[in-house]
Structure formats: structure tokens, C-alpha cells
């Protein structure tokens, strides 16, 4: 007798291993033609076969991530050219043929180096003398919104022009000299800023390489303590960034 269940014991969870390999390769089939299939269906999103042209239809709208990077420094002071990254997206929608306006969102590393400070000391005699410290290294780390009119002039190529309105919030300030003090700056300095911007773009499938130079107009320093390492000093940015038109509409 306890042969004969053990026996169907072992015949019981052979049907049911049996049955739960079946429906594991059914569902796992399902799933993966589910994601074949998803997978497909981006590819296609992403991936068009456009050709790039100077004239579009009205409405026409892009969506266009992109990478890259710039060269900022500080202008009303001496000071080095610093390398960053940028990043970002816009959004572009043609109002004309020819004419669209983006609405761009992005990350941006920006500042100097080679700042020296100048603090007011007496010497052992009771002079009044000037020290200078530093070089401190400005880092500023902005999120900027950019609404940019951009005009395609010619319709048989993919170059276009653009300006428009750049507007930046700084989300990190910081001094660091070298082997020395770190500075936060975030609290001494305006936290917003606005500059314009002029640039040009030129388009390859769906890829678009493009370098816009940013004129800013308001001076960083809110109170002494900013002014006495940066003086009456201005942003300055040019940038290179290589973006991914996608069309949505």
C-alpha cells in the first residue's frame, strides 16, 4: 500500500512539473513576443526615416534631446575658460514654414577658475596693506529654460538660426581655493539670471549639431561678500551640443 502511493505521489508531481514547464514556456513566449513587440514599436517612434529640409509643414513639432558641452567664464574679472557639460531638451513646434519656437529645458556646469580675492589687512607697523588670496576655482551649476525663435532661411538645406530668451537658476555656488577655503557663494549671489542667445544649427538625418553663444546682461554679485571675489562680473557661455529630432506631430 505505501508503495502504490508513493508511486502515485511520484506520477502526481510529475503531471504537475510537467504542466507548470508548459504554462512557464507559454507565458514566458507571451512575454517575450510582447517585448519584441514593444520593442519594435519604439524603434519605429525613434527611429525615422526622414530627410532633413529647410521648409516644414505648420504644427509640425519635435521633440529633441541633447548632449554636450561648454565654455564659460566670468567677464569684469581676470580669469581662465572652464570646460562643462550641458545637457537637456526642447521642444520645437513650427509656426511658419520656416520659423519655430522651442521651449528648451537644460542642466548646465558653468563658473571659471584662476579668481584671486583681495582682503584689506594692516601690516606689523599698522599700514593698511591689500593680500591677495586664491586662485579660488568659481563652480556654478544653473538649470536654464530657454525660449528660442529658430529660421530656417533655405529649403534645400538643413541650416538654421536662432535667438530668443535664456533664463538660468542657480541650484550650487561655490569658491574653492586651491588647498584652501570652499566658499558658498549660493546665498551672495543673484539666484536668477538672463542672457541672449545666438546660434546656429545644422541638421544630418535626424541628428542636429549646433553652437549658440550666450550674452548675459545681469552681474552675479548680490552683497559684498560675492563682490569682494567677484567684482562686477557677468556669465559668459558658448556652447556645442549634438541633439536627437524626433518627430511627435
Known amino acids: 500500500m505505501k508503495k502504490t502511493l508513493l508511486i502515485a505521489a511520484i506520477l502526481v508531481g510529475s503531471l504537475t512539473n510537467g504542466q507548470a514547464q508548459v504554462i512557464n514556456k507559454k507565458y514566458a513566449k507571451r512575454i517575450g513576443e510582447a517585448v519584441k513587440e514593444g520593442y519594435q514599436d519604439v524603434k519605429e517612434a525613434i527611429v525615422q526615416d526622414t530627410k532633413p529640409s529647410g521648409e516644414h509643414t ?10 554636450g558641452f561648454n565654455l564659460s567664464n566670468l567677464l569684469g574679472v581676470d580669469n581662465n575658460i572652464k570646460p562643462g557639460l ?8 513650427f509656426l511658419t514654414k520656416n520659423f519655430a519656437l522651442d521651449v528648451e529645458m537644460q542642466y ?3 563658473g571659471t577658475s584662476g579668481i584671486y580675492r583681495n582682503i584689506s589687512a594692516t601690516d606689523d607697523y599698522g599700514n593698511p596693506i591689500t593680500q ?4 579660488y576655482n568659481i563652480n556654478l551649476h544653473y ?3 530657454s525660449y528660442i525663435v529658430r529660421w530656417y532661411p533655405w529649403t534645400d538645406l538643413a541650416w538654421s538660426f536662432t535667438t530668443g530668451i535664456h533664463t538660468g537658476y542657480v541650484v ?3 569658491a574653492k581655493e586651491k588647498h584652501g577655503e570652499d566658499i558658498n557663494l549660493r546665498d551672495h549671489i543673484y539666484k536668477g539670471d538672463f542672457a541672449l542667445p545666438i ?36 556669465n559668459s557661455m558658448f556652447e556645442v551640443t549634438l541633439g536627437y529630432r524626433i518627430q511627435v506631430l
Not at 58 to 67: C, E, L, N, R, S
Not at 86 to 93: H, K, R, S, W
Not at 132 to 135: A, F, L, N, V
Open 58 to 67: 505648420v504644427w509640425d513639432i519635435y521633440a529633441v534631446p541633447k548632449v
Open 199 to 234: 546660434g546656429a544649427s545644422y541638421e544630418w538625418k535626424q541628428w542636429q549639431i549646433e553652437a549658440r553663444y550666450n550674452v548675459f546682461f545681469r552681474k552675479l554679485a548680490r552683497d559684498a561678500k560675492a563682490k569682494d571675489l567677484l567684482k562686477n562680473a557677468r
Open 132 to 135: 591677495k588670496h586664491g586662485p
Open 143 to 145: 538649470i536654464n529654460t
Open 108 to 110: 548646465s556646469q558653468q
Open 172 to 174: 550650487s555656488a561655490h
Open 86 to 93: 550641458i545637457a537637456g531638451a526642447y521642444i520645437e513646434v
